[in-house]
């Protein structure tokens, strides 16, 4: 660990003022973080393919995460203006920049799976 990460950590004023807090901020919320990686793992997908990939969450809760996740600006909703309606969702650069810590998350749970 670098002393720039140790300092990120540790020597802080406040815990509000932490970059950590913002990240948890974001990232709070039971399914954010699945639903992230869905997205990504498909690059472009539908709500209704969405919520049949993950197959765990309601209607009403997937909506609320996806809107929570483009109110902070993590994923892109194009809403196409047709009948039926179509709208897709994909990663923001914002959301892609976030990928590598997926894949940090998913190395030390391979670690620690046994």
Same mark, same amino acid.
């Given at each position: 660990?670098?002393?720039? $990460? ?6 802080v $004023? ?28 498909? #690059?472009?997908?539908?709500?209704? $393919? ?8 309601s ?10 996740? #483009? ?10 203006? #047709? ?5 897709e ?20 749970? #391979?670690?620690?799976?046994?």
């Amino acid at each position: 660990m670098t002393t720039d $990460e140790k300092d990120c950590l540790k020597s802080v $004023e406040s815990y509000d003022k932490t970059g950590f807090n913002y990240t948890m901020s974001l990232f709070t919320g039971k399914y954010k973080l699945t639903v992230l990686y869905a997205i990504y793992r498909h #690059e472009i997908i539908r709500f209704n $393919e969405l919520q049949r990939y993950l197959n765990i969450l309601s209607h009403k809760t997937l909506s609320n995460t996806l809107k929570e996740l #483009e109110h902070d600006d993590l994923i892109i909703k194009h809403d196409y203006k #047709e009948i039926p309606p179509k709208v897709e969702y994909s990663l923001s650069d914002k959301g892609k920049s976030f990928i590598p810590i997926l894949y940090a998350m998913c190395d030390w749970g #391979e670690k620690f799976i046994k």
